[in-house]
């Protein structure tokens, strides 16, 4: 072979080597990235009880969670049961201007939040 074709040849090899490469990485991060994803369904009806399972999943997580009423944020609060934004906002007001609750019980102390919220919400309460 003459060098300019040699030449030509080991361009080609690399650049073949190259796209080789940068495929098996591309199938390496495919697989990756559907390692959690949702599975293949044979009927809708399937795929729906699975989404419900899923969105029944994350609000048991949701309603397990512990939450600090002296640290919780406004999004946190809105998490317990009977508390929108407002009573949430209302909370860090009280919060602010009052300092840190001492006992759960001094919930009752806000403006719209009552002993059946409090009980309500108890088990999932600290301070």
Known sequence: MQPNAMNAYSKNAFISWIVHAGGCLLLALLALNNASAAPCFDN??????????????????????????????????????????????????????????????????????GAKTIEKNRARLRV
């Open 44 to 113: 809708p009806q399937r795929a729906y009880e699975y989404l419900l399972a899923q969105e029944k999943s994350a609000i048991q997580a949701r309603d397990q969670k512990i939450i600090d009423i002296n640290r919780a944020s406004e999004g946190e609060l809105t998490s317990l049961h009977g508390i929108g934004s407002s009573k949430a906002q209302a909370i860090i007001l009280y919060r602010d201007m009052f300092g840190d609750f001492k006992a759960v019980d001094e919930l009752a102390n806000v403006k719209g939040i």
